[in-house]
């Protein structure tokens, strides 16, 4: 259907998003790996009016060596991976959930999915003192309710705690997506299957979970790229300590508490070999699934 | 009988449904609440639910403070303006990807998923620089271009999994008439997909409402919206927490808001194309 | 229907914020970035009169200290130009001043008395003898305690207590029955939180960040003396978490009557006393402590002072708004308003001079308490560096976060205290290697 003409036309209106978005890619990825071969400290006086010396690997062998490195790639994986396996199962229980005639049901999808208008500075904050505060917050309040000790959540289970704030932010968008995808669900094939003596654990697991697969494919694809930056959440709460400093957190602390630009920028060209890592291994898996 | 399990049914998953709607809720119920009631009774042991005297005093001393119009118009402004900016260059892209497709479509939309992928932190000094050689800084200009390329690509794919699910042959009936590209484009195609278009610009607006690296880095006093806001009252001297939940409240209320009246919309269009 | 609602929403929204937005547009604004304590939200609050008297409108940009801390470095490092005077502290002041970033300050109005300033503060915010940041507020640390709390115990707190008596008190306090604490400290990892206090404390035992060939001396027995000592001290006497607590968090545990004694910031003293604590009639001060038979004591000095950037557009309006901020009147204003124990402390000889203001009770214990600092001798040892709970290089920041997180991690019992001592020895050398001094 598409003629010559189409075509040359869809070319000129794609040109605008393409340009703007290669610009934006480009420009500061070259700066960055410019900066990542120099030796840029501002605190002693190094600018690029004055010139930058060139120092070849030099930065991309420190950040590799530090011993920092490896346990904050470890960290990201566990991080992104953790929010990833918990919004994922609890979004489908949820979706599956609220497929289900229930009173109220706008109501519960109201109150389901309003984490995701908060900003994630002033989520952190609130999990941060109104929750998990070892003295004040809910939790202690609740544990000493039963009898237990209190919690010092940011202290003894850092990254959990982190995982927790993360996936509570992210579980509306994963329940959303998964719940427009179980509305479409065929309801007679599973009335079929159900006729046909299948238990309900074999109807999810034949019927209901490849239909998702789509779905699940693209939460796990957009919630990836937001969940490799993270940055909000660990400033606030823990900055980085009792092992929650991942990959974007080092990176933090190396241009701007060590303001060494040169550093920080090897780093952040690690980020992005990890990130299309993460990103090729993912197409691999979810590719086909896109089209 | 049957209708008998199946109301008890409907009761017990009522039940659970609300109790975990209520759970994941709390935290911003719990918030809301702080927000009126004094410093003392916020930390009182045990936690006080209903039973304390409302008061107004958090909000009243935090407007004192800072001018809380000043820094929700900018985030009105440039959330907005950003998600409105990159629709316009969005569509066309949109539209060509899915009526037109080649065999780069495909890979053309994941390599602009792709430049999400830079950490904004990596670049940091690059965007700084390049602000100040252009005097961007602390312009809603400024922000606003930014904000537009970074969710551009969740604009475009958005758009482009909405524009295909339009049935090509209303296209080609619309050419058999002779209607032109443009005339294509605006009388027939959009109208067809101002539900997805609206569920867009939703989603968007959030996204960039939250965004709070930039839009902190980037900003002092003239374009600072309402995550430079609420830096200012995240941990300040003696007790805050009534304080911090009443910052809290203002700074997410407009969008809780404008979410909860437009969920309807949000839920129908928050496919991304999942639902084939 | 519900896409109506929405841009109904919407309308309203921007109508609103529109018409909020409207304000009046003065002659010359200049925009100042601060830290969000509470002298300075204070100071927010005369910016009125400021404009009333100079003409000159102010726009405030009032951040939380860590993001503060990186917005100011950013702007300053990139010449960004977005302020027109910034809230900096005693570590950034003497750097940025060397590097020709900041506005000397050497042409003040003689009305504005510079030899006023305490010389510790002065000497500080100085730079080859320039100063280029004036001092808003000067503070040292010292003892608070509880004095009901001391009595029932029977014991008394002597002016100039040692950290051994500090841990018979705080055995002697402590009462988990009913929710107090013998001693809270700070164990918050960051430079300024919780790195601030244990190299303090470092230097009370006699240790030291850095020979004087710059070599980390974090192996060294003292080191390990003052870390075992602070760790065993919190386990047994301090509250649950201590490992995440920073000011804030100290200061809200001492106003709500759960901690026997707190080490911290002399400014705290005027909140502990003030009307948010319910402590505020019982309590005591005294000199932070020493090890028995170390010279040096664990208090710090430190100053939040206002500074110009190079390069601004508004050098002279900008000069205005310091003179005024950190003046002698200015003092005079608060202690008018709102009582002579809540001026900004510790930055004026006048202000210690003053008969009114040593009827406060910790004025007399801040004053001593900034004098037994002494930046240019940390430790009884020699250093290569100035600087009491920081070392004066650009460096210092980035490492000793990364340190104080390892020692965090050690407060928390998630690795040895030995284990800590290595990781911050390796951090340390490596970070010197990496800038040339080794």
Not at chain 2, 154 to 159: A, D, R
Not at chain 3, 233 to 243: Q, S
Not at chain 3, 335 to 345: F, K, L, S, T
Request: with cysteine; glycine share 6%.
């Amino acid at each position: 259907m598409a003629t010559k003409a189409s075509r040359s036309a869809a070319r000129i209106m794609m040109a605008p998003a393409v340009v703007l978005l290669l610009g934006w890619m480009l420009v500061p990825l070259i700066l960055t790996l410019w900066f990542s071969f120099t030796k840029y400290l501002p605190m002693r006086g190094d600018s690029i009016e004055r010139g930058l010396d060139w120092v070849g690997f030099d930065n991309y062998a420190r950040f590799l060596s530090s011993s920092a490195f490896w346990p904050s790639v470890q960290t990201t994986l566990v991080m992104v991976g953790g929010v990833l396996i918990i919004t994922l199962v609890f979004g489908i229980l949820l979706a599956m959930l609220l497929d289900q005639p229930i009173w109220g049901q706008g109501i519960v999808r109201i109150l389901v999915i309003a984490p995701f208008f908060v900003m994630p500075t002033v989520s952190a904050l609130v999990w941060k003192n109104m929750m998990m505060d070892p003295v004040n917050g809910i939790f202690s309040h609740l544990w000493r309710f039963f009898g237990a000790e209190p919690i010092a959540w940011l202290q003894d289970a850092s990254l959990t705690s982190i995982i927790m704030i993360a996936s509570w932010q992210w579980l509306p968008f994963a329940t959303l997506i998964l719940l427009t995808a179980i509305q479409s669900l065929d309801s007679e094939q599973l009335e079929a299957a159900e006729i046909d003596g299948a238990s309900p654990l074999s109807r999810f697991f034949y019927i209901v979970l490849p239909h998702l697969g789509r779905a699940i494919t693209i939460v796990t694809l957009i919630q990836t790229i937001f969940l490799l930056s993270i940055f909000a959440e660990i400033f606030v709460t823990t900055g980085g300590a009792f092992g929650t400093r991942t990959l974007t957190f080092l990176i933090f602390q190396r241009v701007i508490d060590s303001q060494n630009i040169g550093l920080g920028s090897a780093g952040g060209v690690y980020a992005i070999i990890l990130a299309n890592i993460v990103a090729i291994f993912l197409m691999r898996i979810v590719g086909k699934n896109l089209d | 009988m049957a209708r008998m399990t199946s109301t008890r049914r409907k009761i017990i998953t009522t039940a659970v449904a609300w109790a975990i709607g209520l759970v994941i809720f709390f935290p911003i119920f719990w918030t809301i609440l702080t927000s009126f009631k004094t410093e003392a009774q916020a930390i009182n042991d045990p936690p006080l639910f209903f039973n304390f005297d409302w008061t107004l005093e958090n909000y009243i001393s935090v407007q004192e403070r800072s001018d809380y119009l000043r820094f929700l118009w900018n985030s009105v402004a440039i959330a907005g303006g950003s998600t409105l900016l990159g629709t316009l260059i969005a569509i066309p892209a949109a539209w060509s990807m899915a009526f037109v497709p080649s065999v780069r479509t495909k890979d053309i939309l994941l390599w602009m998923l792709s430049t999400k992928m830079l950490p904004a932190v990596g670049v940091l000094y690059p965007i700084s620089l390049i602000f100040v050689q252009f005097n961007l800084l602390d312009t809603k200009l400024g922000l606003i271009v930014v904000l537009m390329l970074i969710n551009l690509p969740i604009i475009v794919w958005m758009l482009y999994t909405y524009f295909r699910e339009i049935p090509g042959e209303i296209l080609e009936a619309a050419r058999m008439d002779g209607a032109k590209l443009r005339q294509e484009l605006f009388y027939v195609l959009t109208p067809m997909a101002i539900p997805g278009i609206a569920s867009t610009l939703l989603l968007n607006f959030i996204l960039a409402w939250n965004e709070a690296f930039w839009t902190l880095n980037l900003t002092a006093a003239k374009a600072a919206p309402l995550t430079a806001f609420i830096a200012s009252y995240s941990s300040p001297e003696g007790l805050f927490f009534a304080k911090l939940s009443a910052a809290s409240t203002m700074a997410i209320a407009p969008i809780l808001i404008l979410g909860w009246f437009s969920q309807k919309q949000l839920v129908r269009g928050l496919t991304f194309g999942a639902v084939k | 229907m519900s896409l109506k609602n929405t841009l109904c929403a919407a309308t309203a929204l921007t109508l609103v914020t529109a018409t909020g937005a409207m304000a009046a547009d003065p002659t010359a604004t200049i925009t100042i970035a601060t830290v969000n304590n509470g002298d300075m939200i204070r100071m927010q609050g005369y910016t009125d009169q400021f404009t009333a008297e100079t003409g000159i409108a102010v726009d405030w940009v009032t951040l939380e200290e860590n993001v503060l801390r990186q917005r100011v470095t950013t702007d300053i490092t990139t010449k960004g130009g977005q302020f027109d005077v910034m809230t900096i502290g005693m570590y950034e002041t003497p750097i940025w001043g060397a590097n020709d970033w900041l506005v000397p300050l050497n042409d003040l109005s003689a009305e504005y008395d510079v030899d006023d300033i305490l010389p510790a503060m002065r000497n500080g915010l100085s730079h080859d003898g320039t100063l280029y940041a004036a001092p808003f507020y000067g503070e040292s640390s010292m003892v608070m305690y509880r004095t009901d709390l001391m009595e029932a115990a029977g014991l008394d707190m002597p002016k100039d207590p040692t950290w051994q008596f500090i841990r018979e008190a705080a055995a002697a306090m402590d009462d988990p029955a009913n929710d107090v604490n013998g001693i809270c400290l700070r164990g918050k990892a960051g430079w300024g939180e919780g790195g601030a206090f244990i190299t303090v404390t470092g230097n009370s035992f006699g240790a030291r960040w850095f020979d004087e060939d710059w070599n980390a001396q974090f192996d060294q027995p003292e080191w390990s003396d003052a870390l075992n000592f602070y760790v065993n001290l919190m386990n047994d006497y301090g509250p649950e978490g201590y490992a995440t607590n920073g000011f804030n968090e100290n200061l809200s545990l001492f106003n709500q009557g759960k901690c026997g004694m707190w080490i911290d910031a002399t400014v705290a003293a005027s909140f502990v006393t003030g009307d948010d604590s319910t402590v505020k009639d019982s309590v005591g001060f005294a000199l932070a402590p020493n090890a028995e038979g170390i010279e040096k004591r664990s208090n710090w000095l430190w100053a939040w002072a206002l500074a110009i950037p190079a390069g601004t557009q508004q050098e002279a309006e900008a000069k205005t708004f310091i003179e005024w901020a950190t003046s002698k009147a200015y003092i005079e204003l608060v202690a008018a308003n709102e009582g002579w124990a809540n001026v900004p402390p510790g930055a004026r000889t006048s202000l210690y001079e003053n008969p009114e203001y040593l009827k406060v009770p910790f004025a007399q214990m801040t004053l001593d308490s900034i004098n037994a600092a002494d930046p240019n001798n940390p430790s009884v040892q020699p250093v290569p560096y100035v600087g009491i709970q920081f070392v004066a290089i650009p460096e210092y920041a980035g490492m000793a976060t990364e340190v104080s997180q390892e020692f965090s991690a050690a407060y928390a019992g998630q690795q040895t205290v030995e284990e800590a001592l290595e990781k911050a020895q390796a951090i340390t050398n490596d970070t010197m290697e990496a800038a040339g001094y080794r």
